[in-house]
C-alpha cells in the first residue's frame, strides 16, 4: 500500500522537462514520417504501414506521457490485455468478412 | 418497504451491544430516507438495489406470464399481435437489463464483496450510489417508452434493419440499455479497483473467497464488453436520427456487423449474467457440505477462463444470419470450448458433496436445483452451438427453452439461493423453512413443465417470438401455460415467506449455516464498517474444521430453531 | 481497524473517490495508487467504445477499399496534420503540468494546463472549420450528394462523421476535467503533495488524444 500521508505522492517518479520535450520531438517527427509514408504507394501495405506508425506513436504517449512505463504490472497487463481484447474483437470478426 | 420495516424491527433490538448499518447512516447527517437515497455505504446501496430489482422482476414476470398466457391456445387469447410483441420486447429487456444482469452482483456483490474482503466499503463509494441512481434513470426511461409511442416491438436485441424502420418509441428504449449499461460498467470499475486495493492486508489472491473471485472475472467481462454494446445502441439511435447508413443496406452498410457488434457485447453479457451465480453455489455447496470446495484452485481458473473465453464465441448467435461458412465452422468450435470451464465447476460441486455430511436447507435446495437446471442449460447450449442441429432449431422455442434454463434455472435459481442464504446475514432473521421448501418445489416443478414443452415444441419447429401457431402445438403451449402459473405462484409464495420473516421471523445468530468466510464471522444485520476488530487472514477460506468440530458439540442450534418456525 | 461505537465516528471518513474530500479520522490511507487504477479502467471503457467504431471500420475498410482511399483524399490533410500536432503538443504541456507540479511550481503547472485548454479549443475550432466546409460541399449523411455517391464513400462519411464527433465529444470532456483541475489548484485543492486528480485528467486527455493518433492515419491519410 502506500507510504505516509503527508509525503504520499512526493516518491513519485519525476520527469524532466528535456525528456517530456525529447518525446514531444520523436511524436512529431513520426507524425511527418507517417504522412510522408502515406504519399508512396505500397498497395495494400499502406494502411498497415500507417497503424504500425500509429501504434509506436501511441507506445510513446502511454510509457512517458501517461507514464506507464512507472505503473504496476497490473495496468500494464490490463492494458494490454485490453488492446488484445479489441484485436481479438477485430480479427475474428474477419472469419466472417474476408470469408463471404 | 421492506427496509422500513426493517428499521422498526431492529429500534426493538436496542439493547445490542453493536449497532447495525440499519442504524447509523454513512454519511452520519443524513435521516429518514435521506440515510439511504444519499448513503455512500455499500450495504445500504446493495439493499436499494434489492428494492428496486425485486419490483422490476416481478413486473417482467407477470409480462412472461401474459405471454405464456397468450399463447395457451391458438388465435387471440388476451391481446392483439402489436401488444404481444411489445410485451415479450420489454419481457425481454427489464429481465436482461434490470434484472438478470444487475441481481447478483449489484445486490449480493455490492453487500458482500467488501466484506468477503475485510473491507469496510468498496473503493468508490460515491460511484457506487451513482451507479445505482443511473440504474434508477435507466428503469425509469425504459417505463416512460411504454406510454411514449408506443412500446418497442423489437425483441431486445434490437436488430436492424427492424430497429431502425419501426415507428414504435426504439430510440428511449436504447437510451435506456446504454445509462443501465453505464451502471453496470461503474459497478464492475469499482469491484476491480476493490478487490486490487482494499483485500485485508496479508489477504492472498488464493485466499479470496469464491463468490467475489466470480464478481472480480464478472468485472472485467462487464467493464471491456459492456462499452461495445453502448457504441451499438449509439449508432442505432444515430441511424434513426440522421440516417447514416452504416447499418443500411440500400446505402452500402452491412445489417450482420450490427449482429457482430450487438453479440460482442450481448454473448459475454451471458457470462456476467451466470458468473456471479456460478459463484454463490460455490459458497452454498462447501458450506452445507461441511467440506472443503472440491477444486478452489480450477474453480477460480473456470472462472477467468469462462470471462476470456466466452469472449470469443459471439458469433454463434448468428449461424443463419448470412454471415461466412469459415465463421460458421470457426465460432461453433470455440463454442464447445467453453463448455469445458462450466463443466469443470458442475463436477467440483457434485465432488464437493461427495462424502460430505450434507445439511439440507432450503440455500442448499435452490443450490440443487440450480445444478440439475444449469446442467440441462448448458448441455442444450451444446445442440445450439453445433452448426448443424442449430440451423435445425435455430429462433425456435428450443432457444427461448435453453436459455431460460440457464437464465432462470442457472442465474434466477442462484439468486434465490443467495437470498435464502444470505438473508439472515443481511437483515439478522429467519424465515420458515417449511414454506421456503413449498416454494422452491412449486418453482422447480413448474419450471420444468413450463420449458420442457419448449424443447419439444422448438424441434417440432414453433418459432420464437410468433403471436400464434399451428394447431398440433397446442398441447404443448398449454401445458407450458400451466407451468408458468405453477412457477409464478411458487415464487410468489418465496417472495412472501420472506417478507413475512420481517414481521415474525426469529433473530438470526451471526453464523446460522456454519459458514467459514468473513461475512459469517460479524454480527448480523453487520454494524457501519463491517468489523467490529480488524479481521485477520484465515488462509484457505473453506477450512470446516472447527465448524464441525463445534457442531458436534451443540447440534445446529439455531438451524433446529429455524426449521421449527 | 477498530470501529469506536460512538456516533461521531460515523463520520463521512468512507469517502475516498477521486475527487477525494477525505478526512483522515482513523489511519486509513488515500490511496492514490487505487484512484489511478480506476482512472486506467475507465480509460479501457473509453477505447473499447471507440472500438467498436474501428471494428466497423475495419470491416467496411475490407470490403470498400477502393472507395475508402478515394474518399480519404477528399480529406484535408493540412487541417489533420495542424489538428494532430496541436493534440500531441497539447499531450505534451498536460506532461509537463504534472513535472511542474512534482517540482512544486504551481504556476508554471497552471500556465501549462491554460496552453494545453487554449489547444484544445483550438482544435475544436479547426473541427469546425472542417466540418463546416464539408457540408458546405454537400457532404453529409443523407444529403442529396450522397445518395448518389459510392456506398464506400457513403460509409466513409459516416464513420468520419461518427467518430470525429464522438472525439469532439471526449475533447469537450478532457478540457472540462482540465479547467476544474486549473481551478482545484488555484484553490490549493491539488498540490505537489497530492494531484491524483491532475494524473487522472491527464491520463484523460492523452487517451483523447491516443484516439486521434489512430483516426488520423486511417481517415486523413489513406491513399
Known amino acids: 500500500m502506500t507510504g505516509n500521508i503527508d509525503h504520499i ?28 509514408v502515406s504519399r508512396i504507394h505500397f498497395g495494400g501495405a499502406n494502411i498497415w504501414v500507417a497503424l504500425i506508425v500509429a501504434s509506436v506513436k501511441s507506445s510513446f504517449v502511454l510509457l512517458f506521457f501517461m507514464h506507464l512505463k512507472y505503473e504496476s504490472i497490473l495496468i500494464k497487463a490490463s492494458f494490454l490485455a485490453t488492446i488484445g481484447f479489441l484485436s481479438i474483437l477485430i480479427g475474428f470478426m474477419f472469419w466472417d468478412v474476408a470469408f463471404r | 418497504m421492506e427496509i422500513i420495516g426493517k428499521i422498526s424491527y431492529m429500534e426493538t433490538q436496542a439493547t445490542q451491544p ?39 422482476f416481478v413486473i417482467a414476470l407477470i409480462l412472461g406470464l401474459l405471454i405464456r398466457t397468450e399463447l395457451m391456445a391458438t388465435g387471440s387469447t388476451i391481446m392483439e399481435a402489436e401488444t404481444y410483441n411489445a410485451i415479450f420486447t420489454l419481457h425481454g429487456v427489464i429481465m436482461i437489463f434490470l434484472f438478470v444482469i444487475p441481481a447478483i452482483p449489484a445486490i449480493f456483490g455490492n453487500f458482500l464483496l467488501p466484506i468477503q474482503l475485510g473491507t469496510d466499503d468498496v473503493f468508490f463509494p460515491k460511484l457506487n450510489l451513482l451507479s445505482w441512481y443511473l440504474y434508477m434513470l435507466g428503469g425509469f426511461l425504459a417505463i416512460l417508452s411504454l406510454f411514449a409511442d408506443g412500446p418497442p416491438d423489437t425483441g431486445w436485441t434490437f436488430y436492424v434493419p427492424f430497429s431502425v424502420s419501426t415507428e414504435t418509441n426504439v430510440g428511449l428504449t436504447v437510451t435506456a440499455a446504454f445509462i443501465l449499461g453505464m451502471s453496470s460498467m461503474l459497478t464492475g470499475l469499482n469491484f476491480i479497483t476493490t478487490v486490487h486495493r482494499m483485500r485485508m492486508p496479508g489477504m492472498k489472491w488464493m485466499e479470496i473467497p469464491l463468490f467475489t473471485w466470480s464478481l472480480y472475472a464478472t468485472a472485467w467481462v462487464q467493464l471491456l464488453a459492456t462499452p461495445v454494446l453502448s457504441i451499438t445502441l449509439l449508432l442505432v439511435i444515430l441511424e434513426r436520427i440522421f440516417g447514416s447508413g452504416l447499418f443500411d443496406p440500400s446505402k452500402g452498410g452491412d445489417p450482420i456487423l450490427y449482429q457482430h457488434l450487438f453479440w460482442m457485447y450481448s454473448h459475454p453479457a451471458v457470462y456476467i449474467m451466470i458468473l456471479p451465480g456460478m459463484g454463490v453455489i460455490s459458497e452454498i455447496i462447501p458450506v452445507f457440505s461441511r467440506k472443503s470446495i472440491f477444486g478452489y484452485k480450477a474453480i477460480v481458473g473456470s472462472s477467468m477462463a469462462i470471462a476470456v473465453a ?55 435446495f435452490f443450490s440443487l436445483c440450480f445444478i440439475y ?171 470446516f474444521t472447527d465448524i464441525v468440530r463445534s457442531n458436534s458439540l451443540n447440534s445446529n442450534d439455531s438451524l433446529n430453531r429455524g426449521s421449527k418456525l | 481497524m477498530i470501529v469506536n461505537q460512538s456516533d461521531s465516528n460515523y463520520t463521512d471518513d468512507k469517502t475516498c473517490d477521486a475527487v477525494g474530500s477525505h478526512t ?59 489538428n494532430t500536432v496541436m493534440l500531441l503538443v ?33 482544435f475544436l475550432v479547426n473541427k469546425y472549420f472542417e466540418w463546416g466546409h464539408k457540408i458546405d460541399l454537400g457532404i453529409f449523411p ?9 456506398h464506400g464513400r457513403v460509409l466513409f462519411f459516416s464513420l468520419y462523421y461518427t467518430i470525429t464527433a464522438l472525439h469532439a465529444i471526449h475533447i469537450i470532456i478532457g478540457m472540462t476535467l482540465l479547467a476544474v483541475t486549473m481551478a482545484f489548484i488555484m484553490t490549493d485543492k491539488v498540490t505537489e503533495h497530492k494531484y491524483v486528480l491532475l494524473e487522472n485528467a491527464g491520463l484523460y486527455w492523452h487517451l483523447v488524444d491516443l484516439i486521434w493518433i489512430f483516426i488520423f492515419p486511417l481517415f486523413y491519410l489513406i491513399y
Open chain 1, 9 to 36: 505522492q512526493s516518491d513519485a517518479h519525476i520527469q524532466s522537462y528535456g525528456k517530456l520535450l525529447g518525446v514531444l520531438a520523436i511524436l512529431l517527427f513520426l507524425t511527418a514520417l507517417t504522412i510522408i
Open chain 2, 18 to 56: 453493536i449497532k447495525s448499518f440499519y442504524e447509523t447512516p454513512s454519511p452520519s447527517r443524513f435521516t429518514g430516507i435521506g440515510a439511504w437515497l444519499l448513503t455512500i455505504d455499500h450495504k445500504r446501496i446493495g439493499l436499494m438495489y434489492m428494492a428496486s430489482v425485486m419490483v422490476w
Open chain 2, 310 to 364: 466466452g469472449s470469443l464465441v459471439w458469433a454463434h448467435h448468428m449461424f443463419t444470419s448470412g454471415m461466412s461458412d469459415v465463421a460458421v465452422f470457426v465460432f461453433s468450435f470455440l463454442t464447445f470450448i467453453v463448455a469445458i470451464p462450466s463443466a469443470i465447476k458442475v463436477f467440483s460441486w457434485v465432488s464437493t458433496m461427495y462424502k460430505g455430511s450434507i445439511l439440507m436447507t432450503p440455500p442448499l
Open chain 2, 373 to 543: 437446471l444449469f446442467s440441462i442449460g448448458g448441455l442444450t447450449g451444446l445442440v445450439l452451438g453445433a452448426a448443424g442441429t442449430n440451423i435445425q432449431v435455430h429462433d425456435t422455442h428450443f432457444v427461448v427453452a435453453h436459455f431460460h434454463f440457464v437464465m432462470f434455472g442457472g442465474t434466477g435459481f442462484a439468486f434465490f439461493a443467495a437470498l435464502h442464504f444470505w438473508w439472515p446475514k443481511i437483515f439478522g432473521i429467519m424465515y420458515n423453512f417449511k414454506r421456503a421448501y413449498v416454494a422452491a418445489i412449486l418453482t422447480t416443478t413448474g419450471f420444468m413443465l413450463h420449458y420442457i414443452p419448449m424443447f419439444i415444441l422448438g424441434i417440432m419447429g414453433m418459432p420464437r417470438r410468433y403471436y400464434d401457431y399451428l394447431p398440433e402445438f397446442q398441447t404443448g403451449n398449454f401445458f407450458a401455460g400451466i407451468g408458468a402459473y405453477i412457477l409464478v405462484a411458487g415464487v410468489l409464495v418465496m417472495l412472501l415467506n420472506l417478507l413475512i420473516s420481517f414481521k415474525n421471523g426469529e433473530t438470526s445468530p451471526s453464523d446460522p449455516w456454519g459458514g467459514t468466510t468473513l461475512e459469517w464471522s460479524i454480527p448480523s444485520p453487520p454494524p457501519l464498517h463491517n468489523f467490529v476488530e480488524s479481521p485477520k487472514p484465515k488462509g484457505y477460506p473453506y477450512d
Open chain 3, 24 to 82: 483522515d479520522n482513523e489511519n486509513k490511507h488515500y490511496d492514490i495508487v487505487g484512484s489511478r487504477t480506476g482512472m486506467w479502467l475507465f480509460l479501457y471503457t473509453e477505447i473499447m467504445l471507440f472500438g467498436g467504431l474501428f471494428v466497423l471500420y475495419a470491416a467496411y475498410y475490407r470490403m470498400y477499399t477502393a472507395d475508402f482511399t478515394g474518399a480519404g483524399k477528399e480529406l484535408d490533410i493540412l487541417m489533420g496534420s495542424i
Open chain 3, 90 to 122: 497539447s499531450s505534451f504541456a498536460v506532461a509537463a503540468s504534472i513535472t511542474a507540479i512534482q517540482k512544486k511550481s504551481r504556476k508554471v503547472a497552471l500556465a501549462f494546463l491554460g496552453f494545453a485548454l487554449f489547444l484544445g479549443a483550438m
Open chain 3, 142 to 150: 443523407n444529403s442529396p450528394l450522397m445518395e448518389d455517391s459510392s
